[in-house]
């Protein structure tokens, strides 16, 4: 039975700035397969992605963490995320395992992680909390103080249901348009998500040790299949999140 979606959003909201973050890059190449590598490979897929949602949805500003191979420091990627007031992060990354190992994972932060969550965006606060728009982002609530707290946790929580929700549109597109095998939907305290304040998903987008995925994601029109997959949901999140947003 489909459950209507609950309203995080405030009515009249518009979905206008997505932050893409191709994973490693530059002197961290990431894991890698008999001849690709995570940085190369992670970047041609952002860079086909952010090139379908500026030709396809141009009412929505593309930023990019990186667009050559650069190195970026972690906190540096959710935090050009939190400097633009961003809508939605999208992180993508290769996975490495046996050799068997095979298939797509989509990752957020998970619930239980909210606390630690909130804990090391206080305590890191000098790298998250000190770009010049913070306070219109928390809407002028301050997450050092102790009475914010309660309300930075629920604001916390509806960017985690909206992940989720990103993320469940993700793992559908992969399992269903592109027909990869899908290892699910998964929930951890990653660092590059944990200190982004907006919803986020983290993709893993196969395996580079596996020669048959290496092979699919070293490939340009592999690459164009995956980039289109989280496209389609990237899109159908934001109809669904606008629509719901409108009507009153």
Request: proline share 4%; with cysteine.
């Amino acid at each position: 039975m489909h459950t209507p979606p609950r309203r995080d959003t405030p009515a009249g909201y518009r979905l206008r700035t997505v932050v893409l973050d191709a994973g490693h890059g530059g002197k961290d190449r990431g894991c890698a397969g008999r001849s690709a590598r995570e940085a190369d490979v992670s970047l041609k897929i952002v860079l086909e992605l952010g090139r379908l949602i500026e030709e396809h949805l141009p009412d929505v500003k593309v930023v990019y963490t990186r667009k050559t191979d650069v190195f970026v420091e972690l906190a540096d990627r959710a935090g050009i995320a939190n400097r633009h007031n961003a809508d939605v992060f999208i992180s993508v990354h290769c996975n490495a395992g046996p050799a068997a190992a095979r298939g797509t994972e989509v990752w957020t932060m998970g619930p239980h992680k909210t606390d630690a969550n909130l804990d090391v965006a206080k305590r890191e606060n000098a790298v998250i909390l000190q770009e010049d728009n913070y306070k219109t982002r928390y809407n002028g609530f301050d997450p050092r103080s102790p009475q914010s707290h309660i309300l930075f946790s629920l604001y916390q929580s509806a960017h985690l249901d909206n992940s989720l929700r990103l993320a469940a549109k993700v793992d559908h597109e992969f399992r269903h348009s592109v027909k990869r095998h899908s290892r699910g939907v998964k929930q951890a305290g990653f660092l590059v998500l944990w200190k982004s304040t907006m919803p986020s998903v983290l993709i893993e987008a196969g395996f580079l040790t596996n020669p048959a995925e290496e092979q699919y994601l070293n490939d340009k029109s592999g690459q164009s299949y995956m980039a289109s997959g989280i496209y389609r949901a990237f899109r159908t999140y934001k109809q669904e999140l606008e629509a719901m947003n409108t009507a009153d």
